[in-house]
Structure formats: structure tokens, C-alpha cells
């Protein structure tokens, strides 16, 4: 880690006392520690969107909502092509560009902006990649208007949204949204599947998966390595209990949250030249004997 990167995150650290940090939001914590953050499913799930997408090699791809870096990094490290990350929370930018440099990743850029005012040209891409960010901002339709408005006239938008699958009891889904820091609806597949369809774009993939509980021990033992790292070690003992305490009371919380949920690798394809109407509907096959 660059002493530039631990100056900006220990910067950030020093603002703040441990009471304050006892009352950070999940993105404000994940950015502070320097968390991995992946997509739910992890380096498969990205794996599985590029050869779902196929990109073209050269042509630029985005990730919305890039965080700490692990998605961008993984996308770069796959493609010829610049990839582009685009978070608003400019600690987190830090460690996304330090840990590519440290990797040996060069075809990737860290952008600060909005996802909902992205900084970039109409047709600019031609992957966009969202993982678990468009339920963090507060205008759904607006950030997805904005992820077409950048793809190209061939691109894919590749979603990745978590929902509901059965609903939540009220005390856990206002702890939830406690935690994110923003609005929780209780949304199911359809919802994100209405949110992401649009005129003339065809849903060309959508792969369903449940999560798997986790016990306490597993989350404790990654709350440790997680925080064990350059920047936090000159901190204060009880600013690091803060940031474990926070991340262990946010991991144990979406444990529990998402027990009730799911999520979908979704593909949308943009001016698909064969839509395709199927009029005989088929499914994975069951076994059968004659
Ligand atoms: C829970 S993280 C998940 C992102 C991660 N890349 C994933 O694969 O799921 C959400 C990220 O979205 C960012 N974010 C939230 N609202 C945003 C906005 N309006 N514009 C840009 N980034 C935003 C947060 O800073 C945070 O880094």
C-alpha cells in the first residue's frame, strides 16, 4: 500500500472519534478498512458475466459503483480493454487505484462521480457492470437511465441486484436500512427485472442463486483479516475495536438479511438485431427413462 493511499485513509480515520465510527454506514466502513467488497458470488460471478457479455476486446467497459476496487481490478485483469470504476467515495477510490498499481493492472482507471450524473459521454461503453449499488442510491430509475445513456448502440448492461425472495420481519429490514444508510425497499426479482427492461433492450441471461448462511466463527475470523492491514496498524487501539465491532455487527446483520434473499446475473442486451419471441418456452431437463 502506497503511503499516499494510507495517508488519505488514516486522513479520513483521524476526523473521526470511535463513537463516530460506531455510527458509520456499511460504504463509509468498507471504505475505510480498505474491505474487499465483492459482488455477491464473488470472482465467479464476474467470471460468468464476461462470458455471458463476450466484450469486444478494446472496447471500454464500466463498473458502477467500484468501491474498494475488487471488481474493476478483476474486469482489467480478464480484458484487453480500459476499464473504468466509478464510486463517489473518494477513500475507496484510493484503495482501488493503489491496489491495481500494486497488482500490475494498467488497464484500469478510478473516475469519482454520481452514479446517477455520470461523468462520462452518451454511448461510452460497451459493458456496464452493477453489482450491489443501484439499492444504495436513492433514484433507482434515474441511475439506470444513466447506465443506458453510456452504453453503446450494441452493449450489454450486466446487473447483479439482490432482493427478496421471501419477506424480511419489519425489525430486520429497518436495521438493514440503518446500516446502508439509505431507503430499503422490500423488492423481489421482478422489480429489478421491470427496473432494468427498457424500449428496444432484451433480457438476454438471468441466472437465479440463494446465499448460504455463515457461522459467527467464519465472520469474527474475516473481521480479523480484514482489518489486519498498513493503514490501520498506526491507529489507535480503540478506533480499530470501532471499525471491527462496526464490521462484525453489519456482516452478522446481512447474514441474517439475506437468508431471505437472492440475486440474479441479469444481461440486457441493447439493439439486439434477433429478438426473440420463443413461442415453444424450454427449462433445464429433469431426468427421465423411457
Ligand atoms: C455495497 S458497495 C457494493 C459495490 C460493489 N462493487 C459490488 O460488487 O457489489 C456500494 C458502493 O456503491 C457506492 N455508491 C453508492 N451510491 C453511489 C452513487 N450515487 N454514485 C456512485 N457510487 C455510489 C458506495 O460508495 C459503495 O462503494
Redesign the pocket.
Given at each position: 500500500m502506497d503511503t499516499a493511499t494510507i495517508a488519505t485513509a488514516a486522513e479520513a480515520i483521524d476526523r473521526l472519534s470511535a463513537a463516530e465510527i460506531r455510527a458509520l454506514d456499511?460504504?463509509r466502513v468498507?471504505?475505510l478498512t480498505n474491505e474487499p467488497?465483492?459482488?455477491?458470488g464473488g470472482g465467479e460471478t464476474v467470471r460468468r458475466v464476461l462470458q455471458l457479455a463476450r466484450p469486444r476486446p478494446g472496447r471500454p467497459v464500466l463498473?458502477?459503483?467500484?468501491?474498494t476496487g475488487?471488481?474493476s481490478i478483476e474486469l482489467a485483469s480478464w480484458l484487453d480493454a480500459p476499464v473504468t470504476g466509478?464510486?463517489?467515495?473518494p477513500v475507496?477510490n484510493a484503495f482501488a487505484a493503489d491496489k491495481a498499481q500494486r497488482a500490475g493492472i494498467d488497464n484500469v482507471t478510478f473516475v469519482l462521480?454520481?452514479?446517477?450524473r455520470m461523468p462520462f459521454e452518451d454511448k461510452t461503453f460497451d459493458l456496464v457492470f452493477c453489482?450491489?449499488?443501484t439499492s444504495?442510491?436513492t433514484d433507482h430509475e434515474k441511475?439506470i437511465g444513466e447506465y443506458y445513456r453510456v452504453l453503446s448502440a450494441r452493449g450489454v448492461l450486466a446487473a447483479?441486484p439482490i432482493y427478496y425472495r421471501t419477506a424480511p420481519p419489519e425489525s430486520l429490514r429497518s436495521a438493514v436500512e440503518e446500516a446502508i444508510g439509505v431507503p430499503l425497499k422490500v423488492t423481489d426479482k421482478d422489480y429489478w427485472a421491470d427496473m432494468f427492461s427498457s424500449e428496444g433492450v432484451s433480457l438476454v441471461a438471468d441466472e437465479p442463486y440463494e446465499y448460504i448462511r455463515q457461522s459467527s466463527e467464519r465472520i469474527n475470523s474475516y473481521v480479523e483479516t480484514v482489518t489486519r492491514q498498513p493503514h490501520l496498524e498506526s491507529q489507535p487501539a480503540e478506533k480499530v475495536a470501532a471499525l471491527r465491532e462496526r464490521l462484525a455487527h453489519f456482516y452478522e446483520l446481512f447474514d441474517e438479511n439475506l437468508s431471505y434473499c437472492g440475486y440474479s446475473i441479469m444481461l440486457f442486451r441493447v439493439g439486439h438485431p434477433n429478438p426473440e419471441p420463443v413461442l415453444h418456452a424450454t427449462r433445464p431437463a429433469r431426468p427421465t427413462s423411457l
Open positions: 456499511f460504504s468498507v471504505g467488497n465483492m459482488p455477491s463498473e458502477v459503483g467500484s468501491n475488487y471488481t466509478l464510486d463517489y467515495n475507496s462521480g454520481d452514479g446517477q453489482s450491489n449499488v444504495f442510491m441511475a447483479v
